[in-house]
């Protein structure tokens, strides 16, 4: 087990270093995003190339979506979002952290619930992720989850009709990873697990972000925001919610959801 595991943290690693050490020269990681980025690749890895692979067609998905319509997007979101959008080592491990965790524990034990687990929460990241990068770049204003009513672009929480298409699309490409990585003949039952829980990974996100996480005001312009400081100059405050529920947090419970979803449907 020890030989297997030995030369594919050596692989895992290297190919890890490359792309985070890439990703932060382009401006795309923080240092503490680099560190991340380089052990939740290397973990992932040892699943296997499928693992890795399904890893990179996260991460590389994410940065196109991100640079399509980024202009209108900048411009959408701008009151309630940062400017410049690097990844921090917290961000990383809150929406890979799960998935790398589950690789070596799915090659260990041989866990088919550590594989699936792994996967429903890399399918709930990318279900979030093009949700939100997709949903910004149409004009319809998405609504708060919660009261039906609409929010300005990037506010947590809000969905749309075209982010929910893209969430759905995610889920379903990562499920294909999974029914390829994982080793198994075309499986329907996976196939449906993996998207059931980036689906319901996605929901958790949402629904935690409409309701208890941490909500900053500003007091000049009377708006919500993300942001530290406003647009206006002014620094806001943490006016609802629970403020250690930052969005970092929620996404990493909503990979666990993601998770859980998959291993319990993929149980029945
Ligand atoms: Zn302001």
């Known amino acids: 087990m020890l030989l297997d595991i030995i030369p594919r943290l050596l692989i895992g ?36 190339i499928g693992w890795g692979a399904s890893l990179a067609v996260f991460y590389y998905s994410s940065i196109a979506l991100s640079r399509w319509r980024a202009g209108d997007k900048r411009r959408r979101s701008r009151s309630v979002l940062p400017d410049v959008q690097i990844r921090s080592g917290w961000q990383v491990l809150a929406n890979g952290g799960a998935f790398a965790i589950a690789a070596p524990v799915w090659i260990v034990t041989g866990w088919w619930q550590a594989g699936l687990f792994g996967f429903g929460a890399l399918a709930a990241a990318t279900a979030d992720t093009w949700a939100t990068e997709v949903g910004m770049a149409f004009k319809a204003a998405p609504r708060s989850l919660v009261t039906g009513r609409p929010v300005v672009h990037g506010t947590s929480g809000g969905v749309s009709a075209y982010g929910t298409a893209a969430a759905v699309v995610g889920a ?7 029914v390829v990585s994982l080793d198994v003949p075309f499986d ?81």
């Open 13 to 48: 690693g290297t190919l890890a270093g490359v792309v985070a050490g890439r990703a932060s020269r382009r401006g795309q990681l923080t240092l503490g995003g680099e560190y991340a980025a380089f052990v939740v690749g290397a973990l992932a890895v040892i699943g296997g």
């Open 188 to 268: 329907l039952v996976r196939l449906e697990a993996v998207i059931l829980g980036g689906l319901a990974g996605a929901m958790a996100d949402s629904l935690l972000g409409a309701t208890v996480q941490s909500r900053r005001w500003c007091d000049e312009c009377r708006e919500w925001t993300e942001r530290r400081v406003h647009t206006c100059g002014y620094r806001s405050h943490h006016r609802a919610g629970l403020a250690w529920l930052t969005n970092d947090v929620v996404n990493a419970v909503a990979t666990v959801v993601g998770g859980a979803t998959a291993v319990g449907v993929g149980r029945l």
């Open 172 to 178: 379903f490409v990562m499920a294909l990873c999974a």
